[in-house]
């Protein structure tokens, strides 16, 4: 395909989620950076923190995985794969202590963080 040619369907559908999981990232980590984690240990803020740079960094990979999503291989499942383990994390963690109020809230995460893995695959393996 030429770089003049336009992106097929699955392309697109690809580069959509991708830039979403880069939105959500960034701003989530930036934001977890600034806040870090109050009325907590020092440990834990620390810990906080690391991991909001971990997710800030994953933003900017997805961002550029976006941008250049022709050229894009193994890149994206194994982008897919990160998000589907967060979710799962995130499962884990409501299965241990709950889930977090308002409930509404922590549901909205984890919808998409279940199903975006799935369509970001399913379009990427569909367009190869």
């Known amino acids: 395909m030429t770089p003049d040619a336009p992106l097929l369907a699955s392309q ?4 959509v989620c991708l830039f979403l999981v880069a939105a959500i990232a960034l701003f989530g980590g930036a934001l977890q950076m600034f806040l870090g984690q109050p009325d907590t240990s020092a440990r834990l803020d620390n810990v906080h923190r ?6 800030f960094s ?5 961002f550029w995985a976006a941008v250049t999503i022709r ?12 998000v589907l383990l967060a979710g799962i994390g995130r499962l884990v ?10 409930h509404s ?3 909205a995460y984890l919808v998409p963080e279940l199903v975006l893995p799935f ?5 990427h393996f569909a367009g190869s």
């Open 12 to 15: 697109v559908i690809v580069r």
């Open 58 to 62: 994953v933003g900017l990979i997805c």
């Open 93 to 102: 963690s409501i299965a241990k202590v709950g889930l977090p109020e308002p």
């Open 119 to 123: 369509v970001m695959a399913g379009a």
């Open 71 to 82: 050229q894009q291989g193994l890149l994206v499942y194994l982008l897919a794969l990160g």
């Open 50 to 55: 690391f991991m909001a740079g971990v997710y």
């Open 105 to 107: 809230v922590w549901l």
